[in-house]
């Protein structure tokens, strides 16, 4: 399955499809309260980000039907949370049966079946009421509410590649019948490779020596071809489909016996595959079909014969395996237990730091040992589920080309850092706020060609997508070119919202962030493009859940810079321990610049600023621990103190005043979120080597809590 | 199944079925044919088959082959249309082809 530049969207429909019977999921047992009376706005937001993201995905892919009852169904929801609409049980149970309907429709784009061309109709009536319009009917295919699902009409050519294995006659398999299957499928034109037929003396009449090249023009699908060979690909044969027109071929899926090489092929071409001879190792070794690259146009000779010299020289189909499948469940208790073994080599450093080297040698060896190992061990399990951001990265082009298009701009994708790994759930997380972030760059900030030239800018926008390491973290950047964020209509929208005060002061920093704040939207119109002000407070929302943050820079007619700051790993950090009065805290390593004890010159009061620190002459606001938390018993004076200097995500510094550094130490991280509840300044808790729990700090939230804090004090 | 020598040539009556064990006799039986000091063809009479294989299918393009290199030659006699069809289906007609035109 591709698009028309070839790139593969199978991997990623299949995602957007797990997605959206989460999500489906999701609304419905938030519709259920707010059907008891028991839900809260905030419900009613859930379920209108729902059926947006929904939506969202559906317009990448292109599904009409499905995006046109969600936008119909989400305006509807829109009106019920600005309260336009009011609540009421025949509204509840309309929420209800819209949920349903789009499940429906978003069940019928998986199975690439149409439903009939009234189905949900009343639904969406009712809904388009809600809020005053006319329902618009989308063309669809023709279809009738009792036919099973239709045949596709269009006949299509494939191309076979039937290879079986030496041994698959001995299994009872015979190649006579699928091929008589195969053929029963359309019109089918066969061509018998007979190279590999020996001596009739060398012969093993049990052995198969032939394989065949199959052109079939049918009507149907290739899951019907594949169900021809379905006992057999794999295990005891190589198949490989060739749509015609297609940009890759696939093959029919293996089961893989270690050793084998079945299923370790790349795409090719039929014809080329022919080159493969039986104790060559098939010749075909390339990566993984998951990692196959988007071809343009069908393989090329050049490529299939470097992949065959990569083949082995000798031991035919000695071929070991290089992945394995691994249900993520079991990756996921590995990455627990590395948790545990984590805390408990903490715990045992704990139980030794009485003893010194000179008294206990060789525990302090085998306690370092331990340490590093651990640490090896920790950091290869984490590395089991980075996955490259490349998977989230192309769509996409697709996203860019189709909504330029749609909007009439003209606007180009540059991107870099594509194999930048990161933790699988943090790319999970990441699809909605990228799709979210492209589509507004294209929308609210890539001008027109028309207004481009008119400012002296290229006719074409640019949208730079970017990824990259960065101490301990991963950066995500998207970046436009466009008119930036027009911060004087920014603030009067806040204001008409009541976000904001009228008159009130803010800094260009917090007029940027206004636009993540839930229902904020700038647009004119309400697009099914993005225009809701929805699509912000996802992103924002998404980053947070996975210990992200994410900040915008902007500047007014020469683009916009969204910044996503993820953590590399959510299970293990390394952090700084630091004793506040009786509490202790960890702090994330990689945010720590240095930390000093200051003396009294460098420790000031500033009218309005408060405590300051003077480090090689710059002002660095000081913030007191014990003053956020407020804790009793912990050393007021900075210079009896220490300061720890520490850098947000923005670049702004802060110094932290603790009474004491307790020492460095990996720590396993456990959600607040999960196991309590969101606490402001806090990221997360962990469990100390002594069984104690610290909470770990979260930076930058602190440094607006310590401004409030001390303007408060 | 056996080898007959008549008018000249060698005869092998096929069986109804040419299935695995089938395939495997005759490939004893051709190797034995080819061997034989003679310059005799080989005839394959089908008239009785009603099914064959693709391991039989392959033993006698190997047979044929096999002849070939000698100088000999394979007919193939009385083929019904099921074996007809199953060397289409497997892409061989033009190998059986050559078998049964004289």
Known sequence: MSDDQGYDLSQFKATYFEECAELLAMAEETIARLQEGTGSDEDLNAVFRCVHSIKGGAGAFSFEELVHFAHVFETALDHLRSGKVEMSSHVADLMVRGN??????????????????DHG???????????????????????????????????????IRFHPSPDMLRTGNEPLLMLRELGSLGRMSVIADTNGLPALTEMDALHSYLSWTCTLITSHDRTAIDEVFEFVAGDTAQVIVTEEGAATAAIIPAHGEEGDGWGLFAPLAADDTAKGEEGDGWGLFAP???TAQPAQAAPKPAALAANTANAPAAGGNAVHTASIRVDLDKIDRLVNMVGELVITQAMLGQQASGFTVESHPELIQGLQELSHHTRELQENVMAIRAQPVKALFSKAPRLVRDLSTKLGKQARLVMSGENTEVDKTVIEQLSDPLTHLIRNALDHGIETPEERMAMGKPAEGTIHLAAQHRSGRIFIEIQDDGRGIDRERVLAKAVEKGLVERGQQLTDEQIDMLIFAPGFSTAA?????????????????????????????????AGSRFILSLPLTLAVMDGMLVQVGGQRYVLPLTNIVESLRPTAQQARSLVDVGEVLTIRGEYINLMPLHVVFGIDGAITDPTKGLV?????????????????????????????????????????????GDGRVALILDVSALRHMGALALAAQ | MEIVEHN?????DLPAVLGLPAAAELRDLLIDAAARDTAADIVLNFNNVERISTAAAQVILAGAAALRLAARRMDAEAVPEPVTAAFTTLGLTAQLNQLTTP
């Open chain 1, 644 to 688: 720890v200097i520490v850098e947000t995500e923005g670049g702004e510094r802060v110094g932290l005043l603790v009474d004491e550094l307790l020492g460095q130490q990996q720590v396993v991280i456990k959600s607040l979120d999960s196991n309590f509840r969101p606490v402001r300044g806090i990221s997360a808790a962990t469990i100390l």
């Open chain 2, 8 to 12: 000249g040539r060698l005869l092998i």
């Open chain 1, 525 to 557: 119109e309400v697009s099914d493009v993005s225009g809701r002000g929805v699509g912000m407070d996802v992103v924002r929302k998404n980053i947070q859940d996975v210990g992200g943050r994410v900040v915008v820079q902007s500047t007014p007619g």
């Open chain 1, 288 to 290: 993984l079909p998951g």
């Open chain 1, 100 to 117: 349903d309907i789009l499940g429906d429709f978003v069940r019928a784009a998986q199975a690439d079946t149409a439903l009939p061309a």
């Open chain 1, 121 to 159: 109709a009343d639904i969406l009536a009712q809904l388009a009421a809600l809020t005053g319009a006319v329902p618009v009917v989308v063309a669809k295919k023709p279809a009738t509410a009792s036919a099973p699902p239709p045949l596709p009409t269009v006949e299509k050519t494939f191309s």
